[in-house]
């Protein structure tokens, strides 16, 4: 006979305050971030650009959620997009919006499919900007299957373009979470950052308070890491309605937040936008040409939540 439901979730509250987070499933978060000391990035003039995906919550689910302090202490302090939404269902296309200005034609979240289109990585070498993605769980070398462990293909949109996966330089970008946190105590962070959480610290197959915890215990470090005017966007591939906006979006009400030295502080923008606008954000602020739908106005852009000029110095 199982414990009374009062005490069940006492038990489980004592958990989550002692940081072992309950998962749904065999799903299981990863370790804290330990960083240290980030002296020589925070004397670099360098400024750089992130971005963390997270998976499958509205924002009702998210914006006002006892159960994500961290997130809406965010929220609060910096840049909100209060009318963000994500482009379609499932959650490939929508990476791939977030990193070509296109869906591709995928409206599944196949795992053996591949794409020759321009992307963001083509227009980032061509300007000689540098850039890693950071991807929890990560078995490596362009590990070309569905998932391993808490690791999704899916959720990894450069493993779907031919000319990353044929590139064995372009390859060695694509590396594992502990990654990152050496290359914040090094100083070596590039000027484009992308994070992948695994399927439990997305909130994909766990709960909110998991994936909270996961950008508590991951963010701060990063935000003392971004330079004078870098910036984090934090937004989720997809809600959980069709809702939307803009050009044609209808992938649910999510939830898009700014943070960092090159955001506004308590910034509310109530003009739409979906991942389309993200993409022409993250563009001009590296000083790129914006691709595909990124470049259509109606697809708006999170400037205003921005305390700086773009182009990034």
Known sequence: MGLPRPVRILVAASLLAAGVLVACGQATPGRALAVG???????SPTSHVAIIVMENEEVSGVIGNSAAPYINSLARQYGLATASYGI?????PNYLALTS??????????TSCQVSA?????????AHVSWRAYLEDYPGHCFSGAGAGEYAKKHVPFLYYNDVVRSPSRCRN????????????????PRFIWITPNLCDDMHDCSVATGDHFLARTVPSLLRGLGPHGFLILTWDEGATNTGC??????????????GPGAGRGVRDPKPVDHYGV???IEDALGLSRLGAAANAANGNLSPLLSTSLPLP
């Open 174 to 189: 694509l590396v594992g979470f502990g990654e990152l946190a050496s290359d914040l105590r090094h100083g070596s962070l």
């Open 279 to 281: 993409l022409a954000t």
């Open 37 to 43: 000391p980030l002296r020589a990035l925070q004397n």
């Open 246 to 259: 803009c050009s044609g979006a209808a992938g649910g009400h999510i939830t898009t937040i700014v943070a």
């Open 88 to 92: 379609t269902h499932p959650s490939l």
């Open 118 to 126: 321009s992307n963001l990585v083509d227009q980032l070498e061509a």
């Open 101 to 110: 200005g296109s869906t591709q034609g995928i409206t599944s979240d196949c």
